[in-house]
């Protein structure tokens, strides 16, 4: 017998891929925040104006975890409007 994906089998690969979209974006954010938080603490310090070590990392990560967050919500919403418009259709494609 041949496998056939169906309704249901489609309606479960969508809901993980917005899962993970999800867990990837709070992840993001939460790294981007985390960056920020330590880059406050380190100023406070005076350590984080220092060129070596992992501070240049600390820096530069917030410019670049914060867009990609936005990136990864606004792949969220897509992939949700896609499955409630397949949804309300009441077929899978």
Do not use: H, Y
């Not at 330590?38 to 005076?46: H, I, N, Q, Y």
């Not at 501070?55 to 409630?84: D, E, G, H, K, S």
């Amino acid at each position: 017998m041949a496998d056939k994906t169906g309704a249901g089998d489609e309606r479960t690969r969508i809901d993980r891929i917005g899962r993970a979209l999800g867990l990837a974006a709070v992840s993001v954010a939460v790294l981007g925040v985390v960056c920020v938080l330590l880059e406050v603490f380190g100023s406070v310090s005076g350590a984080s104006n220092s060129k070596s070590g992992i501070w240049p990392t600390v820096n530069l990560l917030p410019l670049l975890a914060f867009p990609v967050a936005v990136l990864l919500i606004l792949a969220f919403l897509v992939i949700n409007i896609i499955r409630l418009t397949r949804q309300n259709r009441g077929g899978t494609r």
